[in-house]
């Protein structure tokens, strides 16, 4: 599982890594994100929400009701290609 730290960071700049975070960990083959936002106001948190539900390739992870989540992470899993797929693209 990949993670991304974007906590205490600037909305803009919070935004541009996440972007190019998750795009490289697709392009890596990876099959879970667990983003680290912080609580704080929130904000960082909502945008990582908004983003992961605007991409095709994102799922927001449901955690199990038996596990108390840690309300500073977001966790979400990559639809898309498994890394052996990855591999045989990449040697054409």
């Known amino acids: 599982m990949k993670t991304i730290y974007i906590r205490k960071m600037r909305y803009q700049d919070a935004r ?3 972007e190019r975070e998750i795009h490289s ?3 890596e ?3 879970y994100i ?3 936002h912080g609580v704080g106001e929130e904000k960082l948190k ?3 929400i ?3 539900r605007s991409c095709d390739f994102l799922k927001l992870v449901q955690n199990d009701k038996w596990v108390i989540p840690n309300p500073g992470t977001t966790k979400a899993e990559i639809i ?3 890394k052996a797929e990855l591999k045989k693209i990449r040697k054409k």
Request: aromatic share 14%; no cysteine.
């Open 34 to 36: 667990e983003i680290i």
């Open 16 to 18: 541009y890594k996440l």
């Open 50 to 52: 908004e983003y992961i």
């Open 80 to 82: 898309g290609l498994s």
């Open 25 to 27: 960990a697709f392009m």
């Open 46 to 48: 909502k945008m990582t």
């Open 29 to 31: 083959g990876e099959t």
